[in-house]
């Protein structure tokens, strides 16, 4: 029973260019979170998504950061014209439901911007 | 606003001595708490708490709630460099896991 798979799991970008992160929750996970762990800083939360849908989206910058979780395929999170600042862990999580459930954190993908 | 602080940031012993490590919260709606460990690598799961006073337990870590006085605590007997992590306590909010700064503990030889 194959755990979360995160893609890539180190990401080097130039400043301005755009990350691409991908996540595959469990097998029988529908619930899909994004969180960003900066250097020495705890897990912040991103973005809850479910197949289609976002459903809590209040922890994302504005602008230049996206999530979708199509209805076939894993899960992205994009980030457009990539600052020093974005470079983070970016793990995601997945869980059966919603509320008082553990969520399962894949491997992280390492984000560099140069 | 959601809240949880961990004490101590960091602990160092030896091998063999029992540790136990601190997580108070404030949160408006209390569901579960859950405390995970993390290398340099994903949180892995270790518990998750919903009840007071009932103690959790997996081999030579176990942890326990109290929602009165709003605060859990991790216990971890007979320390192995192993063990060696940073801990992480997190609450469940509406829609996702509100973590702690984690508390690292380093196991020496």
């Known amino acids: 029973n194959a755990g979360v798979m995160q893609n890539p799991r180190h990401l080097v970008r130039r400043r301005g260019q755009e990350a691409r992160l991908r996540c595959s929750p469990m097998k029988g996970h529908s619930h899909v979170y994004w969180y960003r762990q900066l250097p020495e800083e705890g897990l912040k939360f991103m973005v809850y998504l479910q197949k289609e849908n976002i459903i809590d989206e209040s922890g994302m910058p504005k602008e230049r950061f996206s999530a979708e979780f199509p209805k076939e395929g894993p899960s992205i999170l994009r980030i457009q014209q990539v600052v020093r600042g974005d470079s983070a862990a970016y793990f995601c999580a997945s869980s059966p439901g919603v509320g008082s459930y553990e969520q399962y954190f894949g491997p992280g993908t390492r984000l560099t911007v140069t | 606003e959601d809240k949880v602080v961990q004490s101590p940031l960091s602990l160092v012993v030896h091998e063999g001595d029992t540790v136990t490590l601190n997580c108070s919260y404030e949160v408006t709606n209390f569901r579960s708490l859950l405390w995970y460990k993390q290398e340099k690598k994903a949180p892995t799961f270790l518990f998750m708490l919903t009840s007071s006073g009932i103690e959790k337990k997996s081999g030579r870590l176990s942890s326990i709630l109290d929602k009165k006085e709003l605060f859990s605590i991790l216990n971890i007997t007979a320390t192995q460099t192993g063990d060696s992590a940073v801990y992480l306590c997190?609450?469940?909010?509406?829609?996702?896991?509100?973590f702690g700064t984690g508390t690292r503990l380093t196991v020496i030889p």
């Open positions: 997190a609450i469940t909010g509406a829609n996702n896991l509100f």
